[in-house]
Each structure stands twice: as structure tokens, then as C-alpha cells.
């Protein structure tokens, strides 16, 4: 089973993208706190798309440069810390790119932060000189529920918020 936007079509998620895109940088128009703009992300886009069960971010750690440590996030406990070397969020972290799982039980080394997570995209966060200062999770209770156009929109809007890209 896949995500499907708001009205059960398809066709309709990069449209609920691209809408709630634009109500989120309206919203943070002006606003320079990175954790104010991290809150605002996650709670919109928890809100906006109902298949999303756990949305929030993981910030690279100041003292520990190799290690995410948990963020601004809607949905039930998220794991506190999260090494570069484990799980899907550290994948994202240590490769820089976009990680879409499936089937988060057939990842090697998922982290079970919440056993009813059964897939999961995670987007690396660059500031605006392009360091890396968190990656943004999603989880959802359904496999297969994410794919390149949830890559595409996601990406697109981590760099608006958070590099400054137009």
C-alpha cells in the first residue's frame, strides 16, 4: 500500500506538496531560528499528510560531529541519540542523500524507535554554505509508503527552509 494524498488520488501528492510548501514558508517568513523553522516543518507536514505517523528531525550534534541527536518532531518517543554508523537516519547522514526504506524490518540495522514504523524517507538537512545540521525523518505506518516524488518535494523544501534556495 502507498500514500495517497489527502483526497485518495494519486496524482493529488505533489499538488498537497507543493500547497503546504508554500503555507510553511509563508508562515516562516522572516523567522531566522533554526528550531523555530525545525517545529514548524514538522508539525505542518505531520498535519498536512495523515500517512505520516513520526515527522521530525535529527540534529547533527555540536560536541559529537558523528551523532544525530533528536530534534523538533510530532508523533510518539523518538530515539534520543542516533549514530552516523546506525539505522536509516545515520545512513542519510553519513552518505548525504535521500534514504527511502520500504520495509524498515528488512533494513539492515533499523533502529525500532516505534514498533509500528514499517517504512521511512529521510532527507539530509545543508545549511546555506552546504554543512550538513540534520537529517528530517519520516515514518509511517504502512510499507512502501514514500517514494521519489515525497524525495523530490521533500528535498526541494529542506532547502527553501534551510539553505535559502528560491
Known amino acids: 500500500m502507498s500514500y495517497v494524498a489527502r483526497d485518495d488520488r494519486p496524482a493529488d501528492k505533489a499538488a498537497r506538496y507543493a500547497e503546504v510548501e508554500a503555507e510553511i514558508l509563508a508562515v516562516l517568513d522572516g523567522e531566522p531560528n533554526r528550531t523555530a523553522r525545525m517545529a514548524t516543518v514538522a508539525s505542518m507536514l505531520a498535519d498536512a499528510f ?3 505517523f513520526w515527522t521530525g528531525f535529527y540534529v547533527v550534534d555540536e560536541d559529537k560531529t558523528e551523532e544525530l541527536v533528536v530534534g523538533p518532531y510530532q ?6 541519540r542516533i549514530a552516523f554508523s546506525r539505522g536509516v537516519c545515520g545512513a542519510a ?11 524498515v524490518h528488512a533494513f539492515p540495522g533499523h533502529i525500532a524507535c516505534d514498533p509500528r514504523s514499517a517504512s521511512e524517507i529521510v532527507v539530509p538537512v545543508f545549511d546555506a554554505s ?12 504502512v510499507t512502501s509508503a514514500f517514494d ?3 524525495a523530490y ?3 526541494a523544501l ?4 534551510f539553505a535559502g534556495a528560491a
Do not use: H, N, W, Y
Open 50 to 52: 495523515p500517512a505520516f
Open 75 to 80: 508523533g510518539t518517543l523518538g530515539c534520543l
Open 93 to 103: 547522514a553519513r552518505t548525504r542523500t535521500t534514504q527511502i526504506v520500504e520495509d
Open 130 to 141: 552546504g554543512a550538513l545540521i540534520a537529517v528530517f525523518d519520516v515514518d509511517a505506518t
Open 148 to 150: 521519489a516524488s515525497d
Open 153 to 155: 518535494a521533500l528535498e
Open 158 to 161: 529542506m532547502a527553501k527552509v
